[in-house]
């Protein structure tokens, strides 16, 4: 279990901000039926710290219990090419039986050849997820752009895979069950904690749990480097989980 600073961060405050949600989401939905389009149907975690932190040129994972997307997602890696070049790589999948991942690509090839904005959006449209090696993922953010980092983030989780091959089932593993949090120079970040239509409340609650825990360990100072969590999903109102700040009876 997660305790905040001062015991004030309680589970039963994201049970009632994550129903509160769901329910609202359930009436979006209805909405969206006769003609509205949301923006997407995540479920995000929003942390606000005290101060601006150094800024992440890779985005930090959070392991979740729950992975985001269900079934087989269709998944593709991206390499260097040169440390761990593509024909390595399909050797090396085919030796740990990783079936998940349905294509690869190396940096110089998603640099030569999806250099319009309809090409990266046709790529990023035909993969439910990307993964890229750690040594090219500071690169990724100018080659790929807003189509990837933009309003519909799918940025590339990294994986740190070894030469030899040893880690890959585990990595490619951990990497689909977890989600990204990157600090951009600002106070402000969110992570993807839950997915209408693919988890119920017990299982985002978990989520949200986890990644709370996670967010927490990689801030300086730990608690008192956070100064507020939110729930929310991205066309909605944002609810208080954690604000030191507010007095408890203004909780969702």
Not at 151 to 157: C, E, G, N, S, T
Not at 196 to 213: P, Q, Y
């Amino acid at each position: 279990m997660v305790e905040g600073e001062g015991g004030r961060f309680k589970a039963e405050t994201v049970v009632r901000a994550v129903n509160a949600l769901l329910k609202w989401r359930r009436k979006r939905k209805r909405k969206e039926e006769e003609g509205d389009e949301a923006d997407d149907d995540f479920m995000y975690l929003t942390v606000t710290l005290n101060k601006i932190p150094r800024k992440n040129r890779i985005p930090h994972t959070i392991p979740l219990p729950h992975p985001l997307l269900s079934g087989d997602p269709a998944v593709c890696l991206i390499v260097d090419g040169k440390k761990i070049t593509v024909e390595a790589a399909h050797g090396m999948l085919r030796r740990s039986g990783g079936r998940d991942v349905q294509r690869i690509l190396k940096l110089s090839k998603l640099k030569s050849e999806f250099k319009s904005f309809e090409s990266k959006k046709n790529l990023r449209d035909s993969f439910d997820l990307f993964l890229a090696t750690v040594d090219v993922v500071p690169f990724l953010d100018g080659v790929l752009g807003k189509v990837f980092y933009g309003k519909k983030k799918k940025m590339p989780v990294p994986v740190k895979l070894l030469p030899d091959g040893s880690n890959w089932t585990e990595e490619i593993d951990r990497a689909r069950r977890s989600s990204l949090v990157s600090f951009g120079g600002g106070t402000c970040a969110a992570v993807r904690v839950g997915k209408w239509g693919s988890l119920g409340s017990e299982d985002t609650v978990e989520n949200v749990l986890e990644a709370v825990g996670g967010v927490v360990g990689i801030v300086s100072g730990k608690w008192r480097g956070v100064r507020c969590f939110h729930l929310k999903f991205s066309d909605s109102l944002a609810l208080p989980i954690y604000d030191p700040q507010r007095s408890d009876d203004q909780s969702p």
